[in-house]
């Protein structure tokens, strides 16, 4: 826990924003902290570059490919997918602030089980899959595929951390710099020996976690980085059957399939491979899905595999644990650089990995003191010899070298039919599949395997792929009224992507914010499996600034406030100053901010209120008088024989009748 203690970033306070709480983890070229969101009162992951990164004249590549790694990720939408929700720079700190993931990751999974079910292995990499293809579909690579990055909420939800060497398809096949960046453990054989990558080396890299988490193990290991990375490139992949006997075959099938070295030979993105990985999965029983090797639950790897010296590193939980220590080292990300030494590895991108050393004898011609018999009797035996490697080169040329090979002939646009007649014409057997494809016509063959024109025995089989026409799947119903999240569920339950309108201005007075207004296309019509349906969103009632009516009559209120599109509420109140129907007061104020079908109240005068007026009968005049006057009543006085007692006999308003106050009273008096 030092590390985290004394890490200068703790406690501070990044971009006015992000408290950093403590230290999360530390890879290649940044560090992840655990941070939380003043503003917004949450639990971030703060990714900060290394500061040394940037420094010198290649510290500008690394801060673009750090600010690219933001735009690149923020891309992506997912739920498979590590968020990515803000990037700024405060001063010399470069960071990216992302979803914080509460859990633990798969290297760490693994240490605690040692190996998975077949079952829970495959679960895993089919939602690893499912969200690199998100990226696969705008174009968009990983590269550094391990267990580090694949994150297990405690609920069980599995995501993809870490596009931070994810770039365009474009720009990453080619390489001028020299470097290849990667986790050796996983690199792919193209990127080693041509420096280039597509989806298909994060295909390699998944296949290679395939086999880790059936067997506890990874399949090439060493004492360096670059035996390592030899292994990769001159190696196939072993089965996992190699090591866990019990294996069906068909996960065999699938794990080379996956990591298979040549990139031709793998499925082409991360969906092929999903759906290769499904079907395997319905071919294989319950209690082998249920099965897992005995590994022990402690992996313990070659510390040598990465050059970074070990008080780089740290744990994701902070833990000082020697054997999962050492796995991580081996697991963090390596930089092999063709030219510098110390802390990269030089590897040449191309060269050096496919060398062989030759080793030659010079012999001296006045060494061969033989006599001439036998000398003639030498060369009989070495004639002999060469007719015998003749013999012998001739039958490995015909068996097994270039003669038993020919070229897959061409097949694409083929009918079926037309495909195995030409195959049969080479001698070659034909496998056709049907499978789905949007350009192919109908019936039509559009990909190989051996692809056109690669070798293969002459009396091998091709298997080709017949034109099922383009994947179509029915648009679902309910998306125009639908809440945004049920409506992007449908759409993804029918494997199709659902994309949003841009703009603010989608306002509407009936439809709640965040529901559908319009979809692109229309309920069960026939699209293409994994295309995009625009959805245009609803931004609720448009803004409005609530204005004054006070003053206004009610009917006039009520139709100012109505064209507004807001919604009067009148409230009666009595009032000694307004005349009956006026609006005297209203909530909210004018100046306040709100929207369309907001309500405002309006307090409408009823004019004075109506006061019940005493029995007064009986009573001496001044004290009637009195009492009127303090209810707000004005009093008058009418004499019966001159008014002399000065009792109240009568009263012009009968005793207990409401009257406006400031009504005249007339007392009669005897």
Do not use: C
Not at 605 to 612: D, F, L, R, V, W
């Amino acid at each position: 826990m030092g590390a985290t203690v004394t890490d200068p970033l703790v406690g501070r306070l990044v971009d006015g924003r992000y408290e950093v709480v403590s230290r999360i983890a530390r890879g290649g070229m940044a560090t992840v902290y655990l941070a939380v969101d003043r503003r917004l009162d949450r639990d971030v992951a703060l990714k900060v570059m290394h500061p040394h990164l940037a420094e010198g004249g290649a510290g500008s590549d690394f801060v673009a490919r750090f600010r690219r790694e933001a735009r690149a990720a923020a891309r992506l939408t997912h739920p498979g997918l590590v968020g990515v929700l803000d990037q700024g720079v405060d001063g010399e700190t470069s960071y990216l602030t992302m979803e914080y993931v509460d859990g633990t990751n798969l290297r760490r999974h693994l240490a605690e089980r040692g190996a998975l079910t077949v079952g829970d292995a495959l679960g895993i990499l089919e939602r690893v899959l499912d969200a690199l293809g998100a990226a696969h579909r705008v174009g968009l690579v990983h590269r550094d595929i391990k267990p580090e990055n694949v994150l297990i909420a405690v609920d069980g939800r599995v995501k993809l951390a870490d596009f931070g060497l994810a770039r365009a398809v474009t720009e990453v096949t080619s390489t001028t710099t020299g470097t290849v960046l990667g986790t050796v453990a996983y690199l792919a054989p193209e990127l080693v020996t041509r420096g280039a990558s597509d989806a298909r080396t994060d295909v390699y890299a998944a296949g290679i976690l395939l086999f880790e988490m059936l067997t506890g193990r990874q399949p090439f290991t060493g004492e360096t980085p670059i035996q390592v990375a030899f292994q990769h490139v001159n190696s196939d992949v072993p089965a996992p059957s190699d090591l866990v006997r019990w294996l069906p075959v068909e996960v065999d099938e699938l794990v080379t399939a996956l990591a298979a070295r040549e990139p031709a030979d793998r499925p082409v993105d991360a969906a092929a491979a999903l759906e290769q990985l499904r079907r395997t999965r319905a071919t294989l029983d319950a209690p082998t899905l249920a099965r897992a090797a005995e590994v022990p639950p402690t992996i313990t790897l070659p510390s040598a595999t990465d050059p970074r010296p070990a008080e780089d590193d740290e744990l994701t939980t902070g833990e000082a644990s020697a054997g999962l220590d050492a796995a991580r080292r081996q697991e963090e990300t390596t930089r092999l650089d063709v030219a510098e030494a110390g802390r990269t590895v030089a590897l040449p991108i191309g060269t050096g990995l496919r060398s062989t050393a030759v080793s030659t004898r010079h012999e001296d011609p006045a060494s061969d003191r033989s006599r001439p018999a036998g000398r003639r009797r030498r060369w009989l035996v070495v004639t002999a010899l060469l007719l015998v490697l003749a013999g012998a080169g001739a039958w490995w040329y015909m068996t097994s070298g270039p003669g038993a090979y020919t070229r897959v002939p061409e097949l694409i646009s083929l009918t079926r039919d037309e495909a195995l007649a030409t195959l049969g014409g080479h001698g070659l057997e034909g496998e056709p599949v049907d499978a789905f494809d949007s350009v192919a016509p109908v019936g039509t063959v559009f990909a190989s395997d051996p692809a056109v024109g690669d070798r293969i025995r002459k009396d091998g089989t091709v298997t080709f792929s017949v034109s099922k026409g383009p994947d179509l799947v029915a648009v679902p119903a309910g998306l125009v009224g639908a809440m945004q999240a049920d409506a992007q569920a449908a759409l993804e339950a029918a494997g199709l992507v659902a994309e949003y309108a841009p703009g603010e201005d989608h306002y509407d007075d009936s439809a709640p914010l965040g529901s559908v207004l319009e979809a692109s296309a229309e309920p069960d019509q026939q699209v293409e499996r994994g295309s995009a349906v625009v959805l245009t969103l609803s931004d609720g009632p448009a803004p409005v600034t609530i204005f004054s009516v006070v003053g206004a009559s009610q009917d006039e209120a009520t139709a100012q406030l109505t064209d507004a599109g807001l919604r009067p509420e009148p409230v009666p109140a009595w009032s000694d100053t307004a005349p009956a129907g006026q609006v005297i007061a209203q909530d909210p104020k004018a100046g306040t901010a709100g929207h369309r079908t907001d309500t405002v109240t309006i307090t409408v005068s009823q004019g004075p209120e109506p006061i019940a007026v005493p029995d007064l009968t009986g009573k001496q005049f001044a004290e009637a008088e009195a009492a009127l006057k303090a209810l707000g009543f004005a009093v008058k006085r009418e004499n019966v024989l001159g008014g002399i007692f000065g009792t109240v006999r009568s009263q012009s308003t009968p005793a207990g009748e409401k009257v406006p106050r400031g009504s005249t009273i007339t007392l009669t008096v005897v």
